[in-house]
């Protein structure tokens, strides 16, 4: 057993400062705590960063984390789905102080966390083949046979040499006599890698001197082991095999953390949709057509990876994935069904099997566990229900939370007639009294500790990260219980002996590569989400830029001058659907609120899916679901667009305070245009983003000059400048043409002139030319769907005469520029469906398979 003997570890040390980080905190009696001992002293392995943070200052200390917090806001460093409004992003909660450990003790827990490993897979290998285990009575029958995580299919199919465990991750608590315990063993999907390593990257920039100084282990090695696990899963054992990580979606808890790790690793991240399978190969489908996959690095549960095979009805798997497995055409790390002893119940008789399957004696003990499918099990269980914790038997990760709640609070009466209905179904667990750690919160607390531990494997050894995933309670429920209500976490840091040897995930030089420019790997559910995120952000600024010049006209002094202007816009906003349309109808004006109090409200009003809130918030949705493959910068610019446009906490919002609000936004869309036309390198999911882009400006474009100018009003030249203003063209017509505004001028800046970026000649121009980058049959000598819209849309604006045009406009005859606004708005929408049915059907273009190959 792992157990820091008390003695030995105390060192006496001056008294500390008044400046000194930890001079009021006060662990709570009887429980262990990780920084102090029962004396009151700096435990030994501490001192080094306790003497470190007392000479930086108690106040330099404070002002650096608060540094640290705006990073972590920033980059939206966040836990749990978006898949509407209401279901927000939780911010995660790191703490400022990281968890030490020796290298000395870790050394020990690493040696234990390996024994399990070993054994798990020992049993997982027996479990799916010989079953020795169930028919030497070993294990119970309806252990396995009751175990909805027992997957028949794969039974009898494994490769004996083919290890089922790549990744296996351990939750671990220290009870009050310094001994490690394992509180659950998870060995379906481990999450949390994601987080442990942004949760070192914060704090190690926070403290670059007292990370060296305190010799830290790092956390690349075990990544670097886990890519080359994966590589080695590759088949073909190909030199740069494809691997893909598979994700839940949007809508999982752990999303994030599975777009950061496919970053962090280079892998592309799929969804279930993204791939298929083709004569026993599963496959990637992009742009380019359909790509191999030698690797998939699974994040959804077993059951449902296959709907064909395992019967799942998530819709979240690979039809066909089970057999692909069985070829051996593809790698799969956990292997299918691995997920089957994670569960409590199996933890009842780990003792006993570590002693038959590896002729040694756990080195740390499993928090005593009891199932209540046996009759002393369920005696025991029955008999002590106010000591112990009552959980399913059976783990259903990510979906047996409400059980787990429920069961949480019933009444021992309750349980127990609970249990007795169904024992097979249920476990108990011993209550562990957990460690305690300091957190800041501008003095130090305590709050009670579990780690999550992490192991990787080839097959031949086992890499153990040399760091984990800290999680911290204010209250001692089970740990599950508190990680669902989003509770803090802490940086693990494992203090080396002596130097530490620098590590990074770079290529080494001497690694050939062949160079290239390609871009139509992208899955075309992706470029799906990009063409999206562009006509979005587009509606947004389009809407933001209307709201703005409204606001302007109703407050302040051109109130009173503003009566031509007030109802074209308003008819605007309405046809944007920003307003009730009755705003825009004088006869109905008195029936509704005035619009001076009445449109703040209604941009905020999220339950209407076209205001502008609405808007951003399928903004930000779309931006998270890429945020894999668009930059840290883009991505910060979308988080301050989505955090910074919120009503007033307090009272409420004015026209004044939307007016300065439209201004930030507009600023921010500013920034983002920057960033993609300067840093986006011209991939495919640039193109599906321009596209969206320019398709949505133009018809913004169209719905701004047939709103303001058919019909044409009474007195149209405070008109022209309202125009002007909104399509962001004003100082380039001043520039041109002084003050004398006339509608010719107009018309042509704002339709016509291809040198002007708001121009709508000027985003047909782009549209065909993003057309042309799309992957399509070069052998084919005809032009696309999509090619001849873009190019009779170009056609059709160039051959306008825009001087007659505007003299019949003007004398009262509409009828040539609203058929012209007609046909754009009908042929637009075509053009958007022609590029859909292509390419955004999420299937693979019709391409020979033959035709394709690998990259």
């Not at 404070?62 to 460093?77: E, G, L, Y």
């Not at 009670?448 to 204010?474: F, H, I, N, P, W």
């Not at 107009?746 to 121009?759: G, K, M, Q, S, Y």
Request: proline share 6%.
């Amino acid at each position: 057993m792992v157990q820091l003997q008390e003695p030995n570890d105390i060192v006496p040390t001056s008294p500390l400062s008044v400046n000194g980080l930890i001079q009021n905190y006060a662990p709570p009696a009887g429980a262990y705590d990780e920084f102090i001992a029962a004396n009151g002293t700096p435990r030994a392995h501490t001192r080094g960063f306790l003497d470190s943070i007392n000479g930086i200052g108690r106040e330099e200390f404070a002002r650096r984390w608060q540094q640290a917090q705006r990073t972590v806001q920033a980059n939206d460093f966040a836990f749990g789905g978006y898949a509407t409004p209401e279901d927000k992003l939780r911010p995660w909660e790191l703490d400022a102080i990281p968890l030490m450990i020796s290298a000395a003790e870790w050394d020990k827990v690493s040696a234990a966390l390996t024994q399990r490993a070993r054994l798990l897979n020992l049993v997982l290998q027996d479990l799916y083949g010989e079953q020795t285990l169930v028919k030497q009575g070993l294990l119970p029958p309806e252990l396995l046979y009751a175990h909805p995580g027992f997957l028949r299919p794969y039974h009898g199919q494994l490769n004996p040499s083919r290890h089922m465990l790549h990744f296996y991750a351990a939750d671990l608590a220290r009870s009050p006599n310094g001994e490690w315990w394992i509180l659950a063993d998870r060995t379906e999907a481990p999450s949390g890698l994601g987080y442990a390593l942004e949760n070192r990257i914060v704090v190690s920039r926070m403290l670059p001197d007292i990370f060296h100084r305190c010799q830290v282990e790092r956390l690349a090695p075990f990544f670097i082991a886990a890519q080359e696990t994966l590589h080695g899963l590759a088949p073909q054992h190909t030199e740069n095999p494809r691997v893909v990580l598979l994700s839940h979606g949007p809508t999982s808890l752990n999303y994030f953390e599975d777009s950061y790790l496919a970053r962090y690793l280079e892998y592309t991240l799929v969804e279930g949709g993204d791939l298929a399978v083709r004569n026993d190969q599963v496959m990637l489908k992009t742009l380019g057509g359909l790509l191999p996959v030698d690797v998939i690095l699974r994040r959804q549960n077993s059951s449902d990876c296959d709907p064909l095979e395992l019967g799942s009805k998530s819709g979240l798997g690979i039809a066909g994935l089970r057999q692909s497995t069985r070829n051996g055409t593809v790698g799969v790390a956990n292997a299918l069904g691995s997920g089957l002893v994670e569960s409590v119940a199996f933890m009842a008789f780990m003792p006993r099997l570590c002693q038959l399957l590896l002729g040694e004696k756990l080195l740390i003990p499993g928090v005593a566990s009891w199932w209540c499918g046996q009759p002393d099990g369920l005696a025991h269980v029955l008999k002590n229900l106010d000591n112990l914790i009552i959980q399913p038997a059976f783990r259903n990760r990510g979906k047996d939370g409400p059980t787990r709640e429920a069961l949480a609070k019933m009444s021992s009466t309750e349980l127990a007639n609970t249990i007795k209905a169904n024992p097979v179904q249920f476990a108990a667990q011993e209550k562990v009294a957990r460690s305690t750690v300091p957190i800041w919160r501008r003095d130090l607390n305590p709050a009670y500790l579990a780690l999550r531990s992490y192991l990787v494997t080839d097959g031949e050894k086992y890499t153990v990260m040399q760091g984990a995933l800290a999680r911290t309670s204010s209250a001692l429920d089970p740990l599950e219980l508190s990680v669902r209500k989003g509770e803090g976490s802490k940086d693990v840091w494992i203090l080396a002996d002596g130097p530490v040897d620098q590590v990074t995930l770079l290529e080494e030089p001497g690694r050939a590569i062949t160079l290239r420019r390609s871009g139509a790997e992208l899955p075309s559910r992706t470029a799906d989400n990009f063409f999206w995120l562009g006509r979005q952000m587009e509606r947004a600024e389009a809407t933001a830029r209307l709201l703005r010049s409204a606001a302007s006209r109703l407050s302040g002094e051109t109130r009173s001058t503003s009566d031509v202007e007030v109802p074209v816009l308003l008819r605007c906003l309405a046809d944007q659907g920003q307003i009730e349309p009755g705003y825009a109808i004088n006869k109905m004006r008195g029936q509704l609120p005035a619009i001076e109090y009445d449109l703040p409200t209604a941009v905020f009003d999220s339950s209407q899916p076209s205001c502008l809130r609405s808007i951003l918030d399928e903004v930000y949705r779309l931006g998270a679901i890429v945020r894999d493959r668009i930059s840290l910068d883009t991505w910060r610019i979308i988080h301050g667009i989505d955090e910074d446009f919120r009503p007033a906490e307090h009272g409420t919002t004015t026209l004044s305070d939307l007016l300065a609000m439209t201004d930030e936004l507009i600023a921010k869309f500013s920034a983002f245009s920057g960033v993609i036309m300067e840093s986006m390198t011209r991939t495919q999911a640039f193109h599906f983003l321009e596209l969206g882009r320019r398709l949505e400006r133009s018809l913004q474009i169209i719905s701004l000059v047939k709103n303001c100018f058919i019909p044409m009003p009474e007195f149209p030249g405070p008109i022209f400048g309202t125009v002007l203003e909104v399509a962001d063209s004003l100082m380039t017509y001043r520039a041109r043409y002084l003050a004398n505004r006339q509608l010719a001028a107009v018309l042509d800046l704002v339709l016509t002139d291809e040198t002007n970026p708001r121009a709508l000649a000027f985003q047909f121009v782009q549209l065909v030319e993003h057309v042309e980058q799309l992957p399509r049959d070069q052998t084919s000598p005809d032009y696309a769907a999509e090619q001849r819209l873009a190019m009779s849309l170009l056609h059709s604006v160039r051959l306008m005469d825009i001087q007659a045009i505007a003299e019949v406009h003007a004398l009262g005859d509409h009828e040539p520029l609203e058929r012209l606004t007609a046909e754009w708005e009908s042929q637009l929408p075509k053009l958007a469906e022609a590029i859909s049915h292509r390419y955004l059907v999420h299937a693979a273009p019709s391409h020979q398979l033959a035709d394709i190959s690998p990259q």
